[in-house]
């Protein structure tokens, strides 16, 4: 398993930006991450590519192999723009 990811994701950073730059950080090969997850080396490509996303149960299944964990903050608790 991944170490647990301390980047902050900004408003403006889409999830999947930030999730394409957790896979190209972990330095894990497509292999290695279909291996750890079940998920389908050409599906990681089309992700990495843009031609596709990712469905919920995926990520899911990605998040703790990359060390990812998606805090949700009630609305008072966001920084007011």
Do not use: N
């Amino acid at each position: 398993m991944a170490k647990q990811r301390t980047g902050a994701i900004t408003d403006a950073e889409p999830i999947t930006t930030a999730v394409r730059r957790a896979i190209q950080e972990s330095g894990m090969t497509r292999y290695r991450i279909h291996k750890a997850t079940g998920i389908d080396q050409a599906a990681l490509t089309r992700f990495m590519h843009g031609t596709t996303g990712l469905s919920t149960a995926t990520l899911d299944k990605l998040a703790p192999v990359l060390g990812l964990q998606l805090i949700v903050k009630p609305q008072s608790q966001r920084k007011a723009k």
